[in-house]
């Protein structure tokens, strides 16, 4: 394993360097990146609708292609979902990164051999870096946790799946043979299964490297073991699976091969419970390097949690600011979550926050970017995204040379993500109109709040009529929250994993709608109609709460 780390290493020292000087001229960069993009695609389908054929300057670019959402380009990804192949890309589409889009239909991505090149390339200088400060980073076993990086195929053959486990499967081959957990855990379904197998497999080994791109994932997993820890060191001792786990036939019996009797770790792990009772991977992981995980926006809150379990000194970097749409930076510290933006990999347009819902907002390139300020991000990659707004509010948190470091704040107008679910407006009025329906329940206002402390949905309502019976509200609720599973998969994913606990209704004294806009008008001086904001992270007045009925299902705790 030395000698396969040292080869890699200098391997990979090279291709730093080589990264490192593109940071001195990042717009150069970025100029080229983007003529290579459009004259490489002038051809499809896209191309011909939005002339490429005339842009010669990133003037040209933004006169022919206005900025837009996923809406603009699902009529394009539908006929490369059904077997043409270059509507939007030269490349050939060798499969689609999935997520949850603002109506109920997810979006999917396309992936091409240049954006597995760039998730490749990014994937190897991340580990180069955190080597490079954590020599002993490869010491032990690997701990990754992803999602399947394929689900399905398109009526035209075209495999989909997470951007995760994409991630993985670029890691380099000698990585992927050092993890603890093979791939195929990945696949399976049941969460709670799932959670168990892989610290079932994990706590066998001496762990020197965690990553995984949720917290909440990482605290569910060590949360877990506590749960099962008996069972767990049970295994281990008999070098079994219980059967309790739910887990296809197939790889029962391929994991059964992998495993033997190891009688000298379970005996340490039962010395480790006989102090308080507890299983803490400070103690049952303790040449632990390093944590790969996000540290920004509403999922970082979780990071203070961290201490309990891993201790005040293990250290944390952030995986990188990436999302199904790409890869955008490469984090190369261990303080903050900012990351170099990748100049080379795709290319970046930005507007102001302030100026988002201007008619004629500034768009700016990276080199025009203020240290500090908020921006939204536009983006432009390789595998067919042209002048698309992500809805993603980022900062940029100093320079690396003349290359902005840029950090992941929060997503953008109408959606809230707690831990990734990116929920829509547009997906709570749709839910809340069919629970209502279903529930005979008449709604005169209502508000969703993200409560990310408590890593949860409050709905508050305001009723019509006569006060329902509870047994009514929870049905409202229950409707409520089957609704935005069936509308947005993450959201649903998120609810089974528990890392999204049950939704709550907060019912609201009559009349807090109006107040709650009279005192928004009073406050912005604005004689206009009062726009209410209905999906926000701001909590209503405990004052105007009249009761709250909890909700049921999978708990995050």
């Not at 990146?33 to 005339?54: C, Y």
């Not at 507007?351 to 500034?362: D, F, W």
Request: charged share 25%.
């Amino acid at each position: 394993m030395r000698l396969l780390v040292k080869a890699a290493a200098f391997v990979t020292r090279r291709q730093w360097t080589r990264w490192h000087k593109l940071t001195s001229k990042p717009q150069e960069i970025q100029d080229r990146l983007l003529l290579n993009i459009i004259v490489r695609n002038r051809a499809t389908r896209f191309g011909r609708d939005h002339a490429f054929e005339s842009i010669r300057s990133l003037s040209d670019y933004r006169n022919h292609v206005t900025i837009a959402d996923y809406e603009r380009l699902r009529p394009y990804v539908e006929l490369v979902k059904h077997g043409e192949p270059h509507a939007l890309t030269a490349e050939p589409v060798d499969m689609f990164t999935m997520t949850s889009g603002s109506t109920g239909e997810p979006k999917l991505i396309p992936v091409t051999a240049t954006t597995r090149e760039n998730y490749q390339q990014l994937t190897r200088l991340w580990y180069y870096r955190a080597l490079v400060d954590h020599p002993d980073l490869f010491n032990g076993k690997l701990l990754g946790v992803v999602s399947p990086a394929m689900e399905g195929r398109t009526p035209g053959g075209i495999p989909f799946g997470a951007a995760s486990g994409l991630i993985y499967q670029s890691s380099p081959r000698w990585i992927q043979n050092a993890y603890a957990v093979p791939y195929e855990v990945s696949q399976v379904k049941d969460f709670e299964a799932r959670y168990y197998l892989i610290m079932r497999l994990a706590l066998e080994h001496d762990i020197s490297f965690f990553g995984t791109p949720n917290p909440s994932t990482i605290l569910k997993l060590v949360e877990s073991v506590n749960r099962n820890k008996h069972e767990i060191i049970k295994d281990i001792y008999d070098g079994t699976i219980t059967s309790r786990c739910n887990l296809p036939a197939e790889l029962r019996a391929a994991l059964a091969r992998r495993l033997g009797k190891n009688l000298p770790r379970a005996r340490r792990l039962e010395s480790l419970i006989k102090h308080d009772g507890t299983l803490r991977p400070k103690e049952y992981w303790p040449r632990l390097q390093l944590i790969g995980c996000w540290k920004g926006g509403t999922v970082g809150v979780r990071l203070k949690e961290f201490a309990r379990w891993f201790g005040k000194t293990t250290p944390v970097r952030d995986l990188g600011y990436m999302a199904s749409e790409a890869q955008m930076t490469l984090p190369v510290f261990d303080s903050g979550s900012a990351g170099i933006l990748a100049v080379d990999k795709n290319f970046y347009e930005f507007i102001p926050e302030s100026e988002i819902t201007a008619a004629t907002p500034t768009i700016l390139t990276c080199s025009e970017l203020e240290d500090g300020k908020l921006y939204y991000l536009i983006l432009t990659t390789a595998g067919g995204l042209y002048r698309y707004d992500i809805n993603d509010v980022v900062r940029v948190a100093g320079f690396y040379n003349q290359t902005p470091l840029i950090e992941f704040v929060r997503k953008g107008r109408d959606v809230t993500s707690i831990t990734g679910e990116k929920l829509h407006v547009n997906q709570v009025i749709q839910a809340m109109t069919q629970a209502q329906s279903t529930a005979g329940i008449a709604v005169q206002h209502f508000r969703a709040c993200a409560d990310v402390e408590k890593s949860l949905y409050a709905f508050s309502v305001e009723l019509e009529g006569v006060m329902p019976s509870r047994e009514s509200l929870s049905q409202l609720l229950h409707e409520l929250d089957a609704g935005l599973q069936e509308l947005n998969m993450e959201y649903a994913q998120k609810r089974e994993s528990r890392r999204l606990g049950p939704p709550v209704l907060c019912v609201m004294k009559p009349g807090w709608f109006e107040r709650k806009g009279n005192s928004t008008l009073q406050r912005d001086g604005r004689d206009v109609q009062f726009k209410a904001q209905l999906l926000s992270t701001m909590p209503e007045d405990p004052d105007e709460i009249q009761f709250v009925v909890q909700g049921a299902g999978p708990a995050n705790n």
